[in-house]
């Protein structure tokens, strides 16, 4: 033990050092301020005050850092042994990811002569792929080391940047929302992940003992900040004006009809008519996911309200019936049911978006139709074209996040295990 | 108990899934993208970006939306044995309300050639009207089943847009935070709720027993959120430019005089010099309440200060004296004293309002005069008639509200009491 | 013990009336709205509405309010036998401070024509202010009275205004994050107040004992917050444009890096490999201090990331190490150890910040250097010049700091402890 700990002691300071200097000379070789934030290039342009980025973009971005730092973090304190864990790791990984993010995204579709330009849109860029991080933290919460989970973020966030460069930059794919790149991605990397790392004597029941009361209130705060910003989430780059406004109000309405859903799928298959904390907790969320792609499009607030509809009904089904079978059947150990919240429902939401880009006219679009869908508008694409692209998106995701997360669970993950001897709960619980 | 626990789990779902359905339809038939909204139409007229409306009450709606399901759920959580339910049952009811009200109040104020059209103010003023439903909620507190808290909802939320739009469309009156709209209407029409619901053996203090201690922290996150966010509250749909920007501060001075008064009075009616949680956790924001119909006004911080100041003052007295006086003589019991946060408030507020439209000039207003009295301003009506109107108003809102809760307690929601058997408070507490 | 109480019950009451009606008539004869928010004035003059400084500081401005009102009061609650009156308290002396704090600031650099002109700008600046207060009211944690809190708040307001009207107004320091003004100033402040208050008996260790577990929890939404926000808090008031921009974006990455290294450092001195919370807590927002003041430079993000590195550092060492040192050698009893997370910050913040502001190039900052260093860029001050104000800033605001936080402990508010008898901690819980 007392080896253990000493071991425990010294390398997680070497891993967090030698990963933050990495970055550090990193940053100093390749970043550079973008034309929103360079003193002198901003005041070049003859741009007003009011047009620059930040205005249109930082409410925004605080809310979606609420959702990354708060939301991902206190709906994980409903397991009441890793309340500590769940939230303090939250902070670690998610503070790593969203530098290594800014550095990766940045080599995939910011290069500027040489440098990556950041500015308010990377910053969001970089946060939304820590949430797919955390997503997967999620699925392997309780099994890993916090140097195991800063190994797992650093080969996820390259993939994930792959995976976005892919589908954004080669194939033209709209997922503003992140209903492919970031909780489709997310969910089966941490599935896979989940699977690799599979503990047969894991008891999640048993760390739920004492004084779940507060644990529950704790993760309360981190789903309602989930489901109040998430409008936000999916508005964050869609591009200015009309678009952000009607991604915005899609989302709000999704997430309505979804928590209705939710309560009525919670207390129908409960029992003893006894809603279920873990459904109100999670299912209410399924409707942002399900939002993720279509947000944007002309969904209308009644297409949203189907969405969610549906997206609730899924994911209380999925934690009610599929959990327990992919634990006894597949040894998929899903602590937190991050495929029933992010998988199956950022899945719907790949093919309503597809769907929703199948059928876009200009008649509808108008002018608007440059901003949604610019290679449709443009001539270069039919619409059902794009539609199509849509759909193969979503499996070029579900590949690289199933493979990525089988290799990245089998090696790199795996491997530090065994370097560190033996890591049971308790040494985690201690370490934090 | 397993037949009325079988009950519970069927009507549940139905409930939620036949209103949600309700919903869906209506949405089809007639809710539309508004201009800002609407990707042709925007980019038909001639705006620029920085000019949807998106950016000038998105932030606000945030922060609404944050005192609605953050602020409102956690405040009732001080009541330790109804932590879960307050914060369930809250998301809930908020979820359902924003939908219908969504279609109450584009009914009566947003028709546009048979269609309501949609975006950030109507999906502000949706949170409003459910801010009404849920002040309704604390009065009910600890006696209503969740089925009973929906369909009160929908009766709700009817009426008080039937009073909105008399107010503001029929009667011209101002009320931007909602004085008397939100607060006023929201209190007395639970209050009569919670009289025909009166259940004599309905002990609150038993439930405060163990471990107040963590429910009173949850009750200041509650408390908190909302006198941080109240400031937008009352400037969220105020006219663009000045008026949100002064309703902001006006209310940001009354709030903090307010707090100042609540201690003090807490501590004075203390027999012992405690201060009383509930009194810091209710009274010191009132405030708020009192600001809400004159803050778009040029009220001064000075006169914001007193208003507040007062409200602080007239608050804690309610809950020392009046609250127990209204159980014992009246029958009401008050569970949350929403008279004393928002009924006395919401009426010294509006007649705050009265005073202050009366004495507007154009001396003082300028230009500005046609954005806060716009009938004022255009010769159709005296400063001193629109003071009389507002003071009518008080006196419409307080009639529907009144003899609207006698009526929705006594036959929709008492007659859901029957058809269920009997709830007691535990089921209640079994269903969440 | 009756004789005390009775005491407090009528002092408190009579404390806060009197220093809310002295507000009340201050405001009545200094204060009026300024031309953003004054409804003649604002529409006299050819704005448009997107052009009201409210659009461009609102939304900074709830985030530092979130900050002031669940960041400090929510960061205190880790000591758990002082969870109420952390968050109680904070609630007091900052709604009572930022009434205060308006009318110093305003009389000190925000007069016209005998007025006081105030709008969003003046509000964050006075939430700025209250800032400084709860940081030294961190350092008197369990020591003081509520009554001995305002009057030192009244104090400590004054000085902090005297000392940031010398700072920005005489000297033409820039600092806008406040690493001199609000971090540096109100920790020694506090620091010295505590070594006034010295008492031998205060045992910290033991007030940690049960149910730490929830404690560390609602702390943790304290440090997220303040983390979450502080690129808010840093571009609050710096220039439009650019200018908040790049603050903001500065400081994120600071932040991050900070993180890193406070984990780190924390595992690294533990004894055992245990993280410890309070460093977590508290360390992780060294780098929030520590970019305020060359934030708004440009101090690249690589930069920006060295700074928080060394914070986190520093911040731990000084939990580790000097905390117990100071207590033992010096008296000083740092109950939240503001030394380590606002007052080396702080200086090294300024260091940062002078050697930054020396070495600005009009080549680096183009037109922008206007709105950075407006002397420099109209050639009335060298760089370097300007570096070596800088760097003298820093000394007079200790200077203030130490000599006033002296004199303000050891008079009014140690006057006050013997007025009221004896303030044992007891008694200071009662009266929350």
Same sequence: chains 1, 2, 3.
């Avoid at 699925?139 to 800063?150: D, E, F, N, R, Y």
């Avoid at 989430?233 to 009607?246: E, I, M, P």
């Amino acid at each position: 033990m007392t080896d253990s700990s000493t071991n425990m002691r010294l390398k997680l300071p070497i891993v967090c050092f030698i990963l933050e200097i990495i970055l550090i000379i990193l940053f100093g070789v390749l970043v550079e301020y973008d034309h929103d934030t360079d003193a002198r290039d901003f005041h070049n342009m003859s741009h007003h005050d009011y047009e620059n980025d930040f205005y249109y973009r930082y409410p925004s971005f605080q809310d979606v850092h609420v959702m990354i730092f708060i939301g991902f973090g206190f709906l994980m304190t409903f397991l009441q042994r890793y309340g500590f864990s769940s939230v303090g790791f939250n902070f670690l990984i998610a503070a790593f990811s969203l530098q290594w993010a800014t550095l990766m995204q940045g080599f995939f579709h910011g290069m500027h002569g040489g440098k990556i330009h950041i500015g308010v849109e990377s910053m969001i860029n970089a946060d939304f792929c820590t949430g797919s991080v955390l997503i997967s933290f999620g699925a392997v919460l309780g099994k890993t080391s916090p140097i195991q989970l800063l190994i797992m973020a650093m080969f996820e966030v390259t993939l994930f940047s792959v995976n976005e460069y892919i589908l954004l930059s080669v194939l033209g794919t709209k997922d503003a929302g992140g209903s492919m790149t970031i909780h489709t991605f997310g969910a089966y990397f941490g599935l896979m992940v989940t699977r690799v790392l599979y503990r047969p004597n894991l008891d999640k029941s048993k760390h739920r003992n004492s004084s779940v009361y507060h644990s529950d209130l704790f993760a309360m705060i981190g789903t309602i900040y989930l489901w109040m910003f998430w409008p936000s989430f999916n508005s964050a780059v869609t591009a200015h004006g009309d678009d952000q406004h009607r991604t915005a109000m899609n989302t709000y309405y999704s997430l309505a009809a979804c928590t209705m859903s939710s309560y009525a799928m919670s207390a129908l298959t409960a029992h003893d008519g006894k809603l279920d904390m873990v459904h109100i907790q999670n299912a209410a969320l399924a409707g942002g996911v399900a939002a993720g792609t279509a947000g944007e499009m002309m969904l209308t607030p009644f297409g949203s309200m189907i969405v969610g509809f549906l997206a609730g009904i899924i994911s209380v089904l999925g934690y009610k019936y599929l959990t327990p079978v992919l634990e006894e059947k597949l040894k998929i150990q899903d602590t937190c049911g991050v495929n029933n919240l992010h998988g199956m429902p950022g899945i719907l939401g790949a093919i309503v978006g597809a769907v929703t880009a199948a059928v876009a006219t200009k008649d509808v679009y108008g002018e608007g139709l440059h901003d949604v869908f610019p290679l449709v508008a443009e001539g270069k694409r039919e619409a059902s074209v794009q539609g199509g692209i849509q759909a193969v998106s979503l499996a070029v995701t579900l590949g690289i996040a199933l493979i990525g997360g089988l290799i990245v669970g089998k090696f790199p993950v795996s491997l530090t295990v065994n370097s560190s001897t033996a890591v049971s709960d308790e040494i985690i619980i201690i370490l934090l």
